[in-house]
C-alpha cells in the first residue's frame, strides 16, 4: 500500500496483476481512500461494468465528474460544462437521494462519434486536473477486459496517456495472459508502460495472528493447529482464507473452542456454497479438461509425463497440452515455478474429488 501510494503520489504508471479474488480492488481501494485524504484527486472505472464504448464513456464521464471535476469547479453547474461539449452529447441526470450524476450516451453511435467522445473524456483528467499542486490519478480496475469492449481501445487509451505525464494511472486485472499479453509484449500499445506491481497470497504467519485475535474478540476461541490446517487448505489465497474461516466462525458456539471437528463441517458449508460456481465451470470444461482437473484434484504434478498419464488413464500429450492450455489461460489451473500444476481454484480439488 505504500508503495502503490508513493507511485500515485509520483505520477508513476502502475499496473497490479493477481488472480481473481487476491484482494486487488480492497488494496487500491483503501490506498484510495488515503490518498483522497491526503487531497489527491482520485477516479475509479471498473471495466466489468462496461461492456460497450457507451457504458465506458458513461462511468468514465460520471468518475471524472464526480472526482475530479466537482472537487475543482466552485459551482456544480460549471463542472458540467465541458461534458456538455462533447462531440455525443450526453443525458445528465441527478439522483434526488444520494445527489449523484449519471451520463447517458444511448446506443450505437458511429465509431467516429464515441471514439472522439472517449478520447474527450479521456483527456479531461489531465486537462482540469493540470494546475500545478493539483494531483489526479485514474483507476482502471478489471483492466483485462478492454479488448473485449473494443480491440482498437488500447491504442486509443495509451496515444493520449502518453501526453498526460503529470496524471497517475493504476491497471487492475486478473486472467493474467490478458494481462501479461497487453503490458508485456512490445507490439502492444501498453507495452513497458507501466511498473508491475504483482500480489500475491497473504504470508501464513500473518495470517494466523490476524484469525486468532478476531476469533477471541468475539468470545470464540480457535485452536493452532485448526488454524494451521485452514491455511494449509487455502495455502493464503485472501478470499478462500475469508470465506473458510467466515464458516469456521458461524460453526463455533460463543465461549467455545473451533476444533478440526468444526473445520470440517466448516468446509463441507463452503462446498455446498460454491456448488453452483464449480457446476458451472466445470460444465464449461471440455472432456479432456475434466478427465485433466479429475486426476489434478487427486494427484497435482506433471500431465504431460508418460508415468502420470497411465497413472491417470490420460490421452495423448498433444490433447493433454491444448487442455491444459485452456485450464491454465481460465485460471482453474495453475502452473507451479518447477512446471508442475496444480488445480489453483480453492476447494475446487475437493470438489471434484467428491463427484
Ligand atoms: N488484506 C486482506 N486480508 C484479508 N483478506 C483480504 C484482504 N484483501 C482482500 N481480502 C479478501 O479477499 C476478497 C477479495 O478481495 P477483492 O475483491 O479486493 O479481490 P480482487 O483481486 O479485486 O478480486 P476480483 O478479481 O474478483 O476483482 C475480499 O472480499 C476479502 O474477503
Ligand atoms: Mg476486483
Given at each position: 500500500?505504500?508503495?502503490?501510494?508513493?507511485?500515485?503520489?509520483?505520477?508513476?504508471?502502475?499496473?497490479?496483476?493477481?488472480?481473481?479474488?487476491?484482494?486487488?480492488?480492497?488494496?487500491?481501494?483503501?490506498?484510495?481512500?488515503?490518498?483522497?485524504?491526503?487531497?489527491?484527486?482520485?477516479?475509479?472505472?471498473?471495466?466489468?461494468?462496461?461492456?460497450?464504448?457507451?457504458?465506458?464513456?458513461?462511468?468514465?464521464?460520471?468518475?471524472?465528474?464526480?472526482?475530479?471535476?466537482?472537487?475543482?469547479?466552485?459551482?456544480?453547474?460549471?463542472?458540467?460544462?465541458?461534458?456538455?461539449?462533447?462531440?455525443?452529447?450526453?443525458?445528465?441526470?441527478?439522483?434526488?437521494?444520494?445527489?449523484?450524476?449519471?451520463?447517458?450516451?444511448?446506443?450505437?453511435?458511429?465509431?467516429?462519434?464515441?471514439?472522439?467522445?472517449?478520447?474527450?473524456?479521456?483527456?479531461?483528467?489531465?486537462?482540469?486536473?493540470?494546475?500545478?499542486?493539483?494531483?489526479?490519478?485514474?483507476?482502471?480496475?478489471?483492466?483485462?477486459?478492454?479488448?473485449?469492449?473494443?480491440?482498437?481501445?488500447?491504442?486509443?487509451?495509451?496515444?493520449?496517456?502518453?501526453?498526460?505525464?503529470?496524471?497517475?494511472?493504476?491497471?487492475?486485472?486478473?486472467?493474467?495472459?490478458?494481462?501479461?499479453?497487453?503490458?508485456?509484449?512490445?507490439?502492444?500499445?501498453?507495452?513497458?508502460?507501466?511498473?508491475?506491481?504483482?500480489?500475491?497470497?497473504?504470508?501464513?504467519?500473518?495470517?494466523?495472528?490476524?484469525?486468532v485475535?478476531?476469533f477471541r474478540?468475539?468470545r470464540k476461541t480457535v485452536e493452532g493447529n485448526v488454524v494451521?490446517?485452514?491455511?494449509?487448505?487455502?495455502?493464503?489465497?485472501?478470499?478462500?482464507?475469508?470465506?473458510?474461516?467466515?464458516?469456521l466462525w458461524?460453526q463455533t458456539p460463543f465461549d467455545g473452542t473451533a476444533t478440526t471437528a468444526e473445520l470440517?463441517?466448516?468446509?463441507?458449508?463452503?462446498?455446498?456454497?460454491?456448488?453452483?460456481?464449480?457446476?458451472?465451470?466445470?460444465?464449461?470444461?471440455?472432456?479432456?479438461?475434466?478427465?485433466?482437473?479429475?486426476?489434478?484434484?487427486?494427484?497435482?504434478?506433471?500431465?504431460?509425463?508418460?508415468?502420470?498419464?497411465?497413472?491417470?488413464?490420460?490421452?495423448?500429450?498433444?490433447?493433454?497440452?491444448?487442455?491444459?492450455?485452456?485450464?491454465?489461460?481460465?485460471?482453474?489451473?495453475?502452473?507451479?515455478?518447477?512446471?508442475?500444476?496444480?488445480?489453483?481454484?480453492?476447494?475446487?480439488?475437493?470438489?471434484?474429488?467428491?463427484?
Open positions: 500500500m505504500q508503495e502503490l501510494k508513493f507511485d500515485v503520489l509520483n505520477g508513476q504508471d502502475v499496473v497490479v496483476f493477481a488472480p481473481r479474488r487476491y484482494g486487488k480492488s480492497s488494496l487500491v481501494w483503501r490506498a484510495m481512500q488515503q490518498l483522497l485524504a491526503e487531497g489527491v484527486l482520485v477516479a475509479y472505472v471498473n471495466l466489468m461494468t462496461t461492456p460497450t464504448k457507451e457504458k465506458l464513456a458513461e462511468k468514465l464521464a460520471a468518475a471524472v465528474y464526480e472526482s475530479i471535476a466537482s472537487p475543482l469547479a466552485r459551482a456544480k453547474e460549471r463542472a458540467l460544462t465541458p461534458f456538455r461539449g462533447l462531440r455525443i452529447s450526453p443525458t445528465i441526470t441527478v439522483d434526488p437521494e444520494q445527489g449523484a450524476y449519471s451520463f447517458s450516451f444511448g446506443v450505437d453511435h458511429s465509431p467516429p462519434d464515441i471514439d472522439a467522445t472517449l478520447e474527450r473524456l479521456l483527456e479531461l483528467p489531465a486537462e482540469l486536473g493540470g494546475a500545478p499542486g493539483n494531483r489526479v490519478a485514474l483507476i482502471l480496475d478489471e483492466f483485462q477486459e478492454i479488448e473485449m469492449i473494443d480491440p482498437a481501445l488500447p491504442k486509443l487509451m495509451r496515444t493520449i496517456f502518453e501526453q498526460q505525464p503529470e496524471v497517475a494511472r493504476v491497471y487492475l486485472g486478473s486472467r493474467r495472459h490478458l494481462m501479461e499479453r497487453l503490458f508485456n509484449d512490445e507490439n502492444e500499445p501498453f507495452w513497458r508502460s507501466a511498473k508491475k506491481v504483482e500480489l500475491g497470497v497473504i504470508a501464513p504467519e500473518l495470517f494466523r495472528g490476524f484469525i485475535r478476531h474478540r468475539t494451521d490446517e485452514l491455511l494449509e487448505r487455502t495455502m493464503g489465497h485472501p478470499y478462500a482464507t475469508q470465506e473458510l474461516c467466515y464458516f458461524e470440517a463441517l466448516a468446509l463441507a458449508a463452503v462446498l455446498r456454497s460454491e456448488h453452483a460456481h464449480f457446476q458451472l465451470r466445470w460444465d464449461a470444461a471440455s472432456a479432456v479438461q475434466k478427465l485433466i482437473l479429475e486426476a489434478l484434484a487427486r494427484e497435482p504434478g506433471r500431465p504431460m509425463t508418460n508415468a502420470y498419464r497411465t497413472r491417470h488413464a490420460l490421452p495423448p500429450v498433444s490433447a493433454i497440452q491444448a487442455a491444459l492450455r485452456a485450464l491454465v489461460e481460465r485460471e482453474l489451473v495453475v502452473k507451479e515455478p518447477d512446471g508442475s500444476y496444480r488445480i489453483s481454484e480453492p476447494f475446487l480439488d475437493r470438489w471434484v474429488q467428491a463427484l
